[in-house]
């Protein structure tokens, strides 16, 4: 079992930055990749972006040219660097740790973000 904590979610004005954690109590032995997704009132929860064991990264067209995805040096954190942040952002942001994005492997329990506008 691997339990994810996800942290930095919080209230912030539009054209603002944060920055989301997602800490994991251990990691899986081979190929894996961990996912942000993120799910707006009354939206389907959608991707955002991913990077895997081997530190290939993917932005899904929400992420593109304003959010970061990165890993820190301890392996186990994934970090998502959010920058000019817009209403639109706003939502409850999860991550995913598993050998396939969004499917089976584990989830964290969220964290929301809030942007005003």
């Known amino acids: 079992q691997v339990q994810l904590v996800e942290s930095g979610g919080g209230l912030v004005q539009a054209g603002g930055s944060l920055r989301l954690s997602c800490a994991a109590s251990?990691?899986?032995?081979?190929?894996?990749?961990t996912s942000w997704y993120r799910q707006a009132p009354r939206k389907q929860r959608e991707l955002v972006a991913s990077?895997?064991?081997?530190?290939?990264?993917i932005y899904e067209d929400p992420a593109k040219g304003r959010f970061t995805i990165s890993r820190g040096d301890a392996k186990n954190t994934v970090y998502l660097q959010m920058s000019s942040l817009k209403a639109e952002d706003t939502g409850v942001y999860s991550c995913?740790?598993?050998?396939?994005?969004?499917?089976?492997?584990?989830w964290g329990q969220g964290t929301q973000v809030t942007v005003s506008s």
């Open positions: 995913h740790y598993g050998t396939r994005r969004g499917v089976g492997g584990y």
């Open positions: 251990r990691t899986i032995t081979g190929p894996s990749v």
């Open positions: 990077i895997t064991s081997a530190d290939i990264i």
